[in-house]
């Protein structure tokens, strides 16, 4: 019988992180904020993105929202397309037992009530 102590395995979670505006958060000047798909470490997807939040917080983040995409392969079975750079950050995600931020998408505001030219 196995041991009920025995440990649960680390697993590695992607998941979509929006970020707000913090003064040192290392974002463009003019964004409002920005979105990070990170690949964190956890056994299970709470505690991965416990992980991930503070983290964010420590590098002067400022988390608001975090949506989780799931392991590598309920990414797969639900047909998504992972590139070997996507894997090998998993791995290294897996292999540190932490996140790895893999892509920043800062948002700016769209700039509202401008006139739209039309030359007739």
Excluded: W
Excluded at 30 to 44: K, Y
């Amino acid at each position: 019988m196995a041991d009920e102590k025995q440990k649960r395995p680390q697993l590695v979670f992607t998941l979509l992180v929006e970020v707000g505006r913090n003064p040192n958060d290392g974002l463009p000047k003019g964004a409002t904020g920005g979105a990070l798909m990170c690949f964190a470490s956890g056994v299970d997807e709470p505690e991965a993105v416990r992980e991930t939040v503070a983290i964010l917080k420590q590098a002067d983040l400022a988390p608001l929202d975090v949506t989780g995409y799931g392991t590598l392969e309920e990414r797969l079975d639900q047909g998504h397309d992972i590139n070997d750079e996507e894997r090998a950050l998993m791995q290294q995600a897996l292999d540190e037992n932490s996140v790895v931020v893999y892509q920043l998408t800062p948002f700016f505001e769209e700039k509202k009530n401008q006139p739209t030219s039309t030359h007739h």
